[in-house]
T-cell receptor, first 117, second 111 residues
Framework: GAGVSQSPRYKVAKRGQDVALRCDPI?????LFWYQQALGQGPEFLTY????????KSGLPSDRFFAERPEGSVSTLKIQRTQQEDSAVYLC???????????????FGPGTRLTVL | DAKTTQPTSMDCAEGRAANLPCNHS???????VYWYRQIHSQGPQYIIH???NNETNEMASLIITEDRKSSTLILPHATLRDTAVYYC????????????FGQGTTLQVKP
């Protein structure tokens, strides 16, 4: 079946431009996560949705970062007035309803590579 | 969530077993050990998880010490396609929490 998809796969922006990154989670997955991965580093958590509710946004680095999931499926990560330090791969992951036994596997998309010039 | 420590890099010969260690000495009783891997230019992929018993699936085996302060991920017959960064993550059960990735171990499988 279809996995998590993200678009665009690559995005080049000039400093100061706004960008919007899209995530299509696996159908039926209630949980959705965004991560940021700088070159050579492990992914870092940005924000989490359960259905349409944004329950944790503690990882968003500044108020220029905004995420939404208005209908509880597709999510968009928006970055306003992009800076060079925003250059990274942005990963989206989704997870089905929790199962007993602790198996809450997160399924990751391929990521969007953002380059800010 | 408890912190984990992994070697930065490891090599393994193709066809041999790859044993990737992880230290998690501050793990709590309700925290699970998860392993993910990330092949170049792809998103992370779940491998296996466990609480205190050893676990095995079609991808790997997970050996957790009796005191739960360390674990080892075993790829029984490594192939070139297993070359990736392997992340050991300790966290409480539930899908409401984020994954905290460290630097991971870069495994290079060589022919």
């Amino acid at each position: 079946g279809a996995g998590v998809s993200q678009s665009p796969r690559y995005k080049v922006a000039k400093r100061g431009q706004d960008v919007a990154l899209r995530c299509d989670p696996i159908s039926g997955h209630v949980s959705l996560f965004w991560y940021q991965q700088a070159l050579g580093q492990g992914p870092e958590f940005l924000t989490y949705f359960q259905n349409e509710a944004q329950l944790d946004k503690s990882g968003l680095p500044s108020d220029r970062f905004f995420a939404e999931r208005p209908e509880g499926s597709v999510s968009t990560l928006k970055i306003q007035r992009t800076q060079q330090e925003d250059s990274a791969v942005y990963l989206c992951a989704s997870s089905p309803p929790e199962e007993r036994g602790g198996n809450n596997e997160q399924f990751f998309g391929p990521g969007t590579r953002l380059t800010v010039l | 969530d408890a912190k984990t420590t992994q070697p930065t890099s490891m090599d393994c010969a193709e066809g041999r077993a790859a044993n990737l260690p992880c230290n998690h000495s501050t793990i709590s009783g309700n925290e699970y050990v998860y392993w993910y891997r990330q092949i170049h230019s792809q998103g992370p992929q779940y491998i296996i998880h466990g609480l205190k018993n050893n676990e095995t699936n079609e991808m790997a085996s997970l050996i957790i010490t009796e005191d739960r302060k360390s674990s080892t991920l075993i790829l029984p017959h490594a192939t070139l396609r297993d070359t990736a960064v392997y992340y050991c993550i300790v966290r409480v059960s539930g899908n409401t929490g984020k994954l905290i990735f460290g630097q991971g171990t870069t495994l290079q499988v060589k022919p």
